[in-house]
C-alpha cells in the first residue's frame, strides 16, 4: 500500500515555520519575536507530527520493518525522491 504523500500538503506550512524557528534556536539566534502562544502551538503541532507519524509506522507491518531495518535511510530517501 503506498503512502498518500498528498495529505502532507497540509502540513507543509506548519512544518516549515517550525524548522525555521528550531534552526533559529539552534544556530543561537534570538528568539525575541517568539511569543509565548507561538512557542506552544509551534510545540502542539511538532507534537502533532511526531504522534501522527508513529501511529502511521506502528500501524503498518511494513512500515515498522522499514523503520527496524538496515533499509530506514534508503526508506526515508525514497519518499523525499518520489514527492518531487
Known amino acids: 500500500m ?7 500538503d497540509s502540513a507543509v506550512w506548519p512544518a516549515t515555520t517550525g524548522y ?3 534552526s533559529r534556536a539552534v ?3 534570538r ?3 517568539l ?3 507561538k512557542s506552544s502551538e509551534l510545540t502542539y503541532e511538532a507534537e502533532g ?4 507519524s508513529l501511529l502511521k509506522i506502528l500501524a503498518r507491518a511494513d512500515l515498522i520493518k522499514s523503520f527496524t531495518g538496515s533499509e530506514r535511510e ?3 530517501d525514497s ?3 518520489s514527492a518531487q
Open 2 to 8: 503506498p503512502l498518500n504523500l498528498s495529505a502532507s
Open 20 to 22: 525555521s524557528w528550531r
Open 27 to 29: 544556530h543561537g539566534m
Open 31 to 33: 528568539l525575541q519575536k
Open 35 to 37: 511569543s509565548p502562544a
Open 49 to 52: 507530527f511526531a504522534r501522527e
Open 74 to 76: 534508503e526508506f526515508l
Open 79 to 81: 519518499l523525499i525522491y
